[in-house]
């Protein structure tokens, strides 16, 4: 992955129709790590979360609580807001698609791409899923017997009957069966388009497994899709035919490009834009692996539409220009379901770990920490809630907190006057730190790689030096296991320099080994950061850094990680991570 100037990061925007859970905070936290990394990396940074409000599922939950839909979905929009906000997450735009502004521009894509022929008129017969908001053939759906809950495959032998019914494997509900005219977007006319594009960008869905199973899947012939309705009046109606709205996908979205070009450019009396914005395209969409095909398909063949991505070669089909990518998203980063406890999440056990009452009850980090540490993100994963605790206690608790209070308590006790001067490090701790900090960060180059390893290798030390940075390859997993390495060995260079017996008798070596740690804890304090910054804030406060608040909007990540600091501590500290008993 390349170094960037700037980072566009989004999250899906979620259906309007309950609170976040889990699996909604898991894709906004990814993301707010990663813009926060980005932003204090220098790079101009965005990070977009929103509602999915013109979907049906919203309508249909707002008249089963005898609700107006506008105002279920201020309540909605509110509690939404209310936990992004709990968590200190650092979105930069939090917009609704009911918003005119999204409105317009919906509208405004709508017009150019029918005008350019790429939207016609069909009457279809089809099933649909309220649930998943798609459409959905039989190869979609599997058999349910009512009478034992089982799910089980279509196959001819098996006929359908009142007991055996084919639903929707996500929502095992049965999909409505429509008939009507809609508008289709011509997708199969982007075939090869779509073809060369994936060949020419291969980091576009990330891990490589899921690109792999896209790319397999538009090589098997893709269909033009619906992107209208004429049954629901709430949602934004097409410019040329006001009798339909748009179907949820198309308008959904486009959120990521209204939320760039139209918070800051949109004219709002003469509902114009300015339809050109640094930040565009986004580098980031973090998505769950049910809306792949959407983001990772639909998506890019409705923005080669939009802007016109189109050069007709002799042979009269649609062929892939390198420059195209100045328009398109540059990753698509997906993750897989988890459970809980072993258990599929159902809306019962939503309840069980509700992001704020749970973090409430125990502690803000540790959702966060456990999320990315126990399974990388692609990986199917389970929140096992007593191993939680256990990682949050050993990592958190223990390992970082116990550590800092050892230099706190010590430092009090050799003079409560008394700065922790800057002085050189040992070189071996140089070393190590130097790795830390490349190998979250940087592509290396071929002579900064054996430079790097001849340092580690006359520190004694065995790490292998990554050739790309983990953070900026989204391996979130990877950067927090290294971080945490850094302070195992942390703690065992203050077990093998113990200042707390040299406290009695040599002031120099109890200093230099003091200054040691807690210059090494301002670097892992640095690179936790992203992930933790309510409390590493709060540590830097303490250890006599309280501009660092102001620094890391104003100073890039690797200024801060070169300068020389001097330490005070004047007291002692409330825990930064309390214990938790199971
Ligand atoms: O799909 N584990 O919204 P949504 C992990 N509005 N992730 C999960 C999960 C689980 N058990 N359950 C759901 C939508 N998610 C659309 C998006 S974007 C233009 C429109 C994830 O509220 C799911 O994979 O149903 C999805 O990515 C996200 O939560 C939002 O789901």
């Known amino acids: 992955m390349s170094e960037k100037k700037k980072f566009y990061v989004t999250t899906p925007i979620y259906y309007g129709n309950g609170l976040p859970h889990v699996g909604h905070f898991y894709s906004s936290t990814i993301a707010d790590i990663l813009?926060?990394?980005?932003?204090?990396?220098?790079?101009?940074?965005?990070?977009?979360?929103?509602?999915?409000?013109?979907?049906?599922?919203?309508?249909?939950?707002?008249?089963?609580?005898?609700?107006?839909?506008?105002?279920?979905?201020?309540?909605?929009?509110?509690?939404?807001?209310?936990?992004?906000?709990?968590?200190?997450?650092?979105?930069?735009?939090?917009?609704?698609?009911?918003?005119?502004?999204?409105?317009?521009?919906?509208?405004?894509?709508?017009?150019?791409?029918?005008?350019k022929g790429d939207i016609y008129q069909w009457v279809y017969e089809w099933m649909y899923c309220v649930g998943c908001e798609a459409f959905k053939k039989d190869d979609d759906l599997v058999f349910l017997n009512k009478t034992s809950g089982e799910t089980f495959p279509i196959t001819p032998k098996v006929i359908e009957s009142d007991n055996i019914i084919k639903v929707c494997p996500d929502h095992l509900e049965t999909p409505d069966n429509i008939k009507e005219k809609n508008y289709f977007f011509k997708l199969s006319k982007y075939q090869t388009w779509i073809e060369e594009f994936y060949a020419a960008n291969q980091d576009f869905v990330m891990p490589h497994f899921r690109y792999n199973e896209v790319k397999a899947f538009v090589e098997r012939g893709l269909e033009d899709f619906s992107i209208s309705r004429e049954t629901n009046t709430f949602w934004i109606s097409l410019p040329f035919d006001n009798t339909q709205v748009t179907y949820v996908w198309f308008d959904a979205l486009f959120n990521y490009y209204t939320s760039c070009v139209a918070s800051r450019w949109w004219d709002k009396d003469n509902e114009n834009f300015i339809d050109e914005s640094t930040l565009w395209p986004a580098n980031l969409h973090v998505v769950g692996k049910?809306?792949?095909?959407?983001?990772?398909?639909?998506?890019?063949?409705?923005?080669?539409?939009?802007?016109?991505?189109?050069?007709?070669?002799?042979?009269?089909?649609?062929?892939?220009?390198?420059?195209?990518?100045?328009?398109?998203?540059?990753?698509?980063?997906?993750?897989?379901?988890?459970?809980?406890?072993?258990?599929?999440?159902?809306?019962?056990?939503?309840?069980?770990?509700?992001p704020i009452s749970y973090s409430e009850q125990y502690s803000k980090e540790l959702l966060t920490l456990y999320m990315l540490c126990a399974f990388p993100i692609w990986n199917d994963g389970n929140y096992d809630r007593s191993d939680a605790i256990k990682m949050y206690n050993a990592k958190l608790a223990n390992n970082l907190w116990n550590l800092v209070n050892r230099v706190v308590v010590l430092s009090l006790k050799l003079d409560q006057a008394w700065v922790l001067e800057p002085q050189s490090l040992p070189e071996e701790i140089s070393a190590t730190l130097s790795y830390l900090n490349h190998s979250l960060s940087y592509s290396l180059n071929q002579d900064q790689i054996i430079e790097l390893q001849k340092s580690l290798k006359e520190a004694g030390e065995t790490i292998d030096v990554p050739v790309k940075g983990t953070m900026l390859s989204y391996d979130l997993k990877a950067s927090l296991d290294n971080i945490f390495v850094m302070l195992d060995k942390l703690n065992k260079y203050a077990d093998d320099t113990q200042p707390w017996i040299t406290i009695k008798d040599d002031q120099v070596a109890t200093k230099e080994a003091l200054y040691t740690l807690a210059e090494w804890l301002r670097q892992v304090g640095l690179q936790l950061y992203p992930f933790f910054p309510e409390k590493m804030l709060e540590m830097f406060e303490k250890l006599w850094l309280e501009e660092y608040k102001f620094h890391l909007n104003r100073w890039k990540l690797q200024e801060l990680i070169a300068k020389q600091e001097m330490f005070h501590i004047k007291e002692k500290w409330e825990p930064l991570f309390k214990r938790i008993d199971i």
């Open 290 to 354: 049910d809306i792949i095909r959407f983001h990772a398909i639909f998506w890019p063949a409705m923005l080669a539409s939009y802007f016109d991505l189109w050069e007709q070669g002799s042979d009269g089909i649609i062929h892939y220009q390198d420059s195209d990518i100045s328009k398109l998203p540059e990753t698509i980063l997906t993750w897989w379901f988890f459970t809980v406890d072993g258990q599929k999440m159902s809306k019962s056990l939503w309840n069980v770990i509700e």
């Open 35 to 115: 813009y926060r990394y980005n932003k204090i990396s220098g790079r101009e940074s965005r990070f977009t979360t929103w509602i999915d409000e013109n979907s049906q599922k919203a309508v249909i939950k707002a008249q089963e609580e005898g609700k107006n839909i506008m105002d279920y979905l201020d309540d909605m929009a509110a509690g939404h807001k209310k936990v992004w906000d709990h968590f200190g997450m650092e979105y930069t735009d939090f917009i609704r698609t009911t918003e005119p502004r999204h409105h317009v521009l919906v509208q405004k894509v709508l017009q150019h791409c029918f005008e």
